[in-house]
């Protein structure tokens, strides 16, 4: 017998982007056009709740959490504005992203609803795997970004920041920012998701991004370095790695660091000596 899961979602889906096509129609304009729009929009907001929110938060409490601070060294306007500056372009590059490939297959960002218990199991499992998938091209994508001759050309615009805050979360070179696109864009269209699984993905990839790139860490420092969380990326891991250039990779976890000798050799000692 068929495997029940795989049969449903071998299925035909449903047509998301009707309500473009409908909307592109009255407005007379490119059915991409509306997609990349739509996208421009949809991330600019989001950026600006989630990672505004975040740099609010930490700063109306600062004197409240200032022990929860990773570096002595503050955030400042210049910093805030680069960031601010270069995360702007990055979603102008997504949008621009999202009109090429809803020109080249209007079908790939078509997402179906789960129909029967089968295809609501799966949802659930396509997340923790889309995640994992994401994470194993993140790492290697970023240990090639690292690369002298590449680096300078494609990631140093993100370590302007050697002490990132929020709004960092998308300060990409637009090389870079391309490069993250076709990390996420290959999940997608590799591994079947419903719409409710890729919505999950993607908001809990963005607030990872954020919370890695804090400042603060608002995890106990003493589980940092005992399992599960040894095995997560977290805002101290990915700190460590705007400092140290070097190590920490990973964007959700620190698996492939552990597997692949790219984890920084002091950082299980240095989260215990701050946890006494």
Known sequence: MTNPVFQTLSAPPVEASTDAALLASQLGVPVPLIIAVATVLFLLARYVVIAGGALGFITIFAPRII?????????????????????????????ALAFVVSSVDGGLFDFSMPANAAEWLWTVIAVPVALLLHDFYFYWMH?????P??????????????????????????????????????????????LPSFIAFSFLAFVFNVAGHLGYEFFPVRLLSRNPMRWINSATSHNTHHRKFRVNFGLYTLIWDRLFGTIDPKFDLEVSRLAR
Do not use: C, D, W
């Open 149 to 194: 001759g590449i680096y300078e050309v494609v990631h140093k615009v993100h370590h302007l920041s050697t002490n990132p805050s929020p709004l960092a979360s998308f300060a990409f070179h637009p090389l870079e920012a391309i490069l993250e696109s076709a990390g996420f864009l290959l999940v997608v269209a590799i591994l079947p998701m419903s």
């Open 143 to 147: 240990r090639a970004a690292h690369v």
């Open 67 to 95: 022990s929860k601070r990773i570096q002595k060294i503050p955030f400042t306007l210049e910093q805030y504005r680069r960031e601010f500056g270069y995360s702007l372009l990055s979603i102008l590059v997504f949008g």
